[in-house]
């Protein structure tokens, strides 16, 4: 059976790349044929193609300025679309309304929307194509999408139980989308585990590779998508004297080796790091797959909570105790136990391929 794979596409995002990876790995192992589909409105594309030459003859001005954050931040998305087209290539359409994309979609059995943020109302402007509107209904599969909050405002809360109510199966990465599906249309709907945790550590280390940024020397690793408070930097600080380690900040915007690490060297990173601080759902995700220590900080810069993943996450695998509000001391952060890990990522990956089987007619 032919699969589409309808996602957020972003080559600058870490989770996103990484998830849209074990989506199609996940589909392949059950000898199902993927494909991730890239829609693309073509008056939007006319007009970023109107603007390309002068966009390159700015960056050309600037190549070679590394300090330049915007050159930096061109680089950094050239490396993410190089790990795309080499492991999670996609098929663009041209479109300009859902009826072209109808049509071009018709020699697909099921389409999948998830994982990621894609029913976040606060950056999806094209909600008709994330709950799969230009396929019939029964081609409606939900695959651990997240709603990234905790709530839906009165203003989308009719659109939002229009299309749950017509998507054939229906599930979500967290207890709060759970709810939020119950309370809009009174369906159930199962929570799965973010298909990155489908795969095992082995099958992650396949996409890896050493990034030129590695230190000589024991290293404490931050990924942190928030504002980094005053707390967080002393934390930070107190942890690597102590410890006697060199601190990268993955997202250091200054720092060309660090900030345009790779997807598959971000996994490296946290594979080898002595121990992890981070913000961010898919930083806790791999830390745990990778069974190195970590530290959970809640993000400090949003103005609607998006906490509701992280909390379904340390629940589930009963890590609690990662989070920063549980560390009482430089020793809470190595006192890990992942002896149990193993154990719950069996049943949840058994619920999820069960699920996807389900939806797809295979039992």
Same mark, same amino acid.
């Given at each position: 059976?032919?699969? #589409?794979?309808?996602?957020?596409?972003?080559?600058?995002?870490?989770?996103?790349?990484?998830?849209?990876?074990?989506?199609?790995?996940?589909? %392949?192992?059950?000898? *199902?044929?993927?494909?991730?589909?890239?829609?693309?409105? $073509?008056?939007?594309?006319?007009?970023?193609?109107?603007?390309?030459?002068?966009?390159?003859?700015?960056?050309?001005?600037?190549?070679?300025?590394?300090?330049? @954050?915007?050159?930096?931040?061109?680089?950094?998305?050239?490396?993410?679309?190089?790990?795309?087209?080499?492991?999670?290539?996609?098929?663009?359409?041209?479109?300009?309304? *859902?009826?072209?994309?109808?049509?071009?979609?018709?020699?697909?059995?099921?389409?999948? !929307?998830?994982?990621?943020?894609?029913?976040?109302?606060?950056?999806?402007?094209?909600?008709?194509? +994330?709950?799969?509107?230009?396929?019939?209904?029964?081609?409606?599969?939900?695959?651990?999408?997240?709603? #990234?909050?905790?709530?839906? =405002?009165?203003?989308?809360? @009719?659109?939002?139980?229009?299309?749950?109510? @017509?998507?054939?199966?229906?599930?979500?990465?967290?207890?709060? #989308?759970?709810?939020?599906?119950?309370?809009?249309?009174?369906?159930?709907?199962?929570?799965?585990? +973010?298909?990155?945790?489908?795969?095992?550590?082995?099958?992650?280390?396949?996409?890896?590779?050493?990034?030129?940024?590695?230190?000589?020397?024991?290293? %404490?690793?931050?990924?942190?998508?928030?504002?980094?408070?005053?707390?967080?930097? /002393?934390?930070?600080?107190? %942890? /690597?004297? $102590?410890?006697? *380690?060199?601190?990268?900040?993955?997202?250091?915007?200054?720092?060309? +080796?660090?900030?345009?690490?790779?997807? #598959? @060297?971000?996994?490296?990173?946290?594979?080898?790091?002595?121990?992890?601080?981070?913000? &961010?759902?898919?930083?806790?995700?791999?830390?745990?797959?990778?069974?190195? =220590?970590?530290?959970?900080?809640?993000?400090?810069?949003?103005?609607?909570?998006?906490?509701?993943?992280?909390?379904?996450?340390?629940? !589930?695998?009963?890590?609690?105790?990662?989070?920063?509000?549980?560390?009482?001391?430089? +020793?809470?952060?190595?006192?890990?136990?992942?002896?149990?890990?193993?154990?719950? *990522?069996?049943?949840?990956?058994?619920?999820?391929?069960?699920?996807?089987?389900?939806?797809? &007619?295979?039992?």
């Amino acid at each position: 059976m032919k699969i #589409g794979i309808s996602t957020i596409i972003d080559n600058t995002n870490y989770g996103n790349r990484l998830q849209n990876y074990a989506s199609k790995k996940v589909l %392949l192992n059950m000898e *199902l044929n993927p494909e991730t589909l890239n829609p693309i409105f $073509e008056d939007k594309y006319k007009f970023y193609s109107k603007h390309l030459i002068k966009r390159i003859i700015v960056n050309l001005a600037n190549i070679l300025n590394f300090k330049n @954050e915007e050159i930096i931040q061109r680089l950094r998305v050239i490396r993410f679309e190089s790990f795309t087209n080499k492991f999670v290539p996609n098929k663009k359409f041209f479109i300009n309304d *859902l009826n072209d994309l109808s049509n071009m979609v018709k020699d697909f059995d099921y389409f999948i !929307t998830g994982s990621d943020q894609v029913w976040n109302y606060n950056f999806r402007p094209n909600l008709d194509i +994330d709950f799969l509107q230009f396929v019939e209904k029964d081609k409606r599969v939900a695959y651990a999408p997240s709603f #990234g909050v905790s709530e839906i =405002p009165n203003q989308y809360k @009719e659109e939002y139980t229009k299309y749950l109510n @017509e998507m054939s199966y229906l599930s979500v990465r967290e207890h709060a #989308g759970q709810k939020i599906i119950k309370d809009l249309t009174g369906r159930d709907s199962e929570v799965l585990i +973010d298909p990155t945790m489908m795969l095992d550590k082995e099958e992650w280390l396949k996409v890896t590779s050493k990034p030129k940024c590695m230190p000589k020397k024991k290293y %404490l690793l931050t990924y942190v998508l928030g504002n980094q408070t005053e707390e967080f930097k /002393a934390f930070v600080s107190k %942890l /690597a004297k $102590e410890k006697n *380690l060199e601190i990268l900040n993955l997202l250091d915007p200054l720092n060309k +080796d660090i900030h345009c690490v790779d997807p #598959g @060297e971000f996994v490296y990173l946290i594979n080898e790091s002595d121990v992890v601080i981070t913000d &961010s759902f898919h930083g806790a995700v791999f830390s745990i797959l990778m069974q190195t =220590p970590f530290v959970i900080f809640e993000r400090q810069d949003k103005e609607v909570s998006m906490n509701s993943r992280i909390d379904t996450l340390v629940s !589930t695998f009963k890590m609690e105790s990662r989070l920063s509000t549980h560390i009482k001391s430089i +020793d809470d952060v190595y006192n890990i136990d992942f002896s149990h890990i193993d154990g719950i *990522l069996k049943h949840e990956r058994e619920k999820a391929i069960n699920y996807l089987k389900n939806a797809f &007619s295979m039992n």
